[in-house]
């Protein structure tokens, strides 16, 4: 059975992009003709705009969307997310989506999920919520490493070409060793990780990369992954 992740850097849900193709590319994963999907909105809040454009986007395709909410009347979590084809975490507050994720054991529920075959995926704050840690700006005017669920070995940088400050900050952290590699992915594109293992960054937007961010001899590298252009 394969695992499968897809980490989105920035961008999806249709936005200037009406052929849907990072949402498609998800849904296609799990060979279901009629996937379920179901969009955790936690890291906005539950923010009511995002939970309609969800819907608005897939409600299109030809899947099965549902959401769970935190903030209002919550259902049965396990059912539900076990049931799934697929996940998809929206952006946000990574580190107040965690804290409300453990405290109701979702953590730990993802990851049972996961492992069942449950596709994961999500952009922003729900790409970075997969690796051991990731860069979050979930403090005002200042980049953190945040620890996450560590389903996917690694630190991660979301928003690596669309933030001034993400580079220089990604640079910094290898510079004081604080990290010893980052998987730094533009907006437009996605990382998709197999059984925990890079596969492919896929590219939904034109020469938008995924990259392996490391110090060789002081020089700061990036190396790009293997790319599928949709």
């Known amino acids: 059975m394969k695992k499968h992740i897809v980490a989105i850097g920035g961008g999806g849900f249709g936005r200037n992009n009406s052929s849907y193709l990072i949402e498609k590319y998800i849904l296609n994963l799990s060979g279901n003709t009629t996937p379920k999907i179901c969009f955790l ?18 409600s299109s395709l030809n899947c099965k969307p549902t ?9 049965n979590l396990k059912n539900h997310i076990m049931d799934q084809d697929v996940v998809f975490v929206g952006g946000g507050n990574t580190k107040s989506m965690l804290a409300i994720w453990n405290d109701w054991g979702m953590s730990d529920l993802l990851n049972d999920a ?3 075959g449950v596709i994961m995926s999500g952009v922003s704050a729900g790409a970075i919520c997969w690796f051991t840690s990731g860069i979050t700006d979930s403090w005002n005017n200042e980049l953190r490493i945040l620890p ?3 389903i996917v070995t690694g630190t991660c940088c979301p928003h690596y070409d669309e933030e001034p400050s993400r580079i220089p900050y990604v640079k910094k952290m290898l510079n004081e060793e604080k990290i010893s590699h980052c998987i730094s992915i533009e907006g437009g594109s996605a990382m998709h990780f197999i059984n925990g293992k890079p596969f492919k960054n896929v590219s939904f937007k034109n020469n938008k990369n995924t990259y392996n961010v490391f ?9 790009p992954f293997p790319k599928i252009q949709l």
């Not at 909105?41 to 897939?58: C, L």
């Not at 959401?67 to 259902?75: G, S, V, Y």
């Not at 110090?215 to 190396?223: C, R």
Request: aromatic residues 16%.
């Open 114 to 116: 996961y492992n069942d």
């Open 215 to 223: 110090l060789d001899n002081n020089d700061i590298v990036e190396k």
């Open 41 to 58: 909105p936690t890291a906005t809040g539950d923010n009511d705009s995002y939970i309609v454009r969800f819907y608005k986007t897939f």
């Open 67 to 75: 959401h769970i909410e935190f903030f209002k009347r919550t259902n």
């Open 148 to 150: 996450c669920l560590d």
